[in-house]
């Protein structure tokens, strides 16, 4: 137990129902379903740090002769911790819907891929906007995750292919970090596809990420982690596994974009090589997910891409859970091409529909076993004393609520560090401001 501070300078009250996993670490199989639900509960804050939390009708003898500087009442709503979208393509420049047609006629995304499009749309985009105009682009995106109770937020690169505009996408990331009160984690994906100039000259590209592009993102300290879209006709594991590797040297943590569409074994190469998390699965064996579960990788699942692609096949979400005891974490994967949302709400209730998951697993996925996708399981995802204060509160009577109520947003207000961000479904402070 934490010792209390002699002041808390944000004091919670009046919250309806608390509900949040417990712990620093991921949380597999059954232990998903495992929350703490505190009805009628308290959070005190000090310093950005939960101090206490609590039934509030306990609060006064826990705080006794502490100085409370502020006090914010939570209407009888429901509060979680803040959540966390760990896969996301923020930096872009354009957006896709020119391709709406082709994809709803039936043209396969690798297909639209190979014709040019897709990745190489938004990549064309991207060289051609500006470091501002990206800027100002992800940024309203950011405000979107926020009114959407959304306080930690991973960003890919992986739309410049080229040296200089992987770098400019990794430095409105970092400007972002440095600007917005939002945690914003950042991941290379130089190894996004082949840019249309290496065409036949594959090899020369990986060269070109390895010899000059890693170096550089880790000299200038622009990313923790290092991602690589490992698809038939895009990455080979040989390719994706020499990355990844020269990426660990380079001090980046492994992420893997693997078995979306075809089973390759980016779930083996996940395991093998010791990334954090491997993303999408759809198409990955039972092999796959063994070795996963051994190699303790995080299934990051992203039902609203396979929902936005129109597929009738989604993650084995329940085999993960059930067979093999994963911590399945889920997120929005916002791109402008096989998922063009910010909602993580949307995405929670897709975990629900197609995933068939429950609102206490899907919870876990987008707290503490999302937060362990990022490395940061020790600091947030979990609502309790010594971790960031980052909370949600919803407009919402109970935890399935939000699931089964889709396509709104139930965001009243959001804490982030102990500082009030969004309040009455409106950001009273953001961006710029201290
Ligand atoms: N599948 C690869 N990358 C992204 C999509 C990128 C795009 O289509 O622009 C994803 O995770 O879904
Ligand atoms: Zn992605």
Known sequence: MNKIPQQIDLLVTNIGTLV????????????????????????????????????????????????????????????????????????????REHELALKRSGVPYLEILARGGGIHSTVNATRNTSEDALYSKALSSLNEMMLQGVT????????????????????????????????????????????????GREEEYVDLIVDEMLPRVTDEGLAEFCDVFCEQGVFTIEQSRHILMEGKRNGLIPKIHADEIVTLGGAQLAAEVGAI?????????????????????????????????????????????????????????????????????????????????????????????????????????????????????????????????FGINHTHGVIKDGRVLVWNRAIVSGEGEA
């Open 277 to 405: 998390s491997a993303e999408h699965l759809l198409a990955s064996s039972d092999e796959g997910l063994q070795e996963m579960a051994e190699g303790g990788v995080i299934p990051v699942l992203l039902p609203g891409t396979s929902f936005n692609l129109g597929l009738t096949e989604h993650a084995r979400a329940r085999d993960m859970i059930d067979r093999y005891d994963l911590p399945v974490a889920i997120a929005t994967d916002y791109n402008p091409g096989s998922c063009p949302t910010e909602s993580i709400q949307l995405i929670i209730s897709l975990a629900s529909v197609n995933l068939k998951m429950t609102p206490e697993e899907i919870l876990t996925a987008c707290t503490i076993n999302a937060a362990n996708a990022l490395g940061r399981g020790f600091e947030i995802g979990t609502i309790e004393a010594g971790k960031r204060a980052d909370l949600a509160i919803f407009d919402a009577p109970s935890l399935a609520y939000l699931p089964y109520h």
């Open 152 to 199: 930690t937020v991973e960003a890919k690169s992986g739309y410049g292919l080229t040296l200089e505009d992987e770098l400019k996408q990794l430095r409105v990331a970092k400007r972002l970090q440095e600007n917005h009160p939002l945690t914003l984690v950042s991941t290379f994906m130089g190894a996004h596809a082949v840019p249309p100039e290496y065409k």
């Open 20 to 95: 949040t996993p417990l712990g620093n670490h991921p949380r597999g199989g059954i232990e998903m379903q495992e929350l703490q639900v505190i009805a009628g509960a308290a959070v005190a804050i000090h310093a950005g740090r939960i101090a206490w939390v609590g039934q509030e009708q306990e609060v006064q003898g826990a705080l006794q002769g502490v100085e409370i500087l502020a006090t914010i009442d939570a209407g009888g709503r429901l509060v979680t911790p803040g959540l966390v979208d760990p896969h996301t393509h923020l930096v872009h420049g354009g957006s």
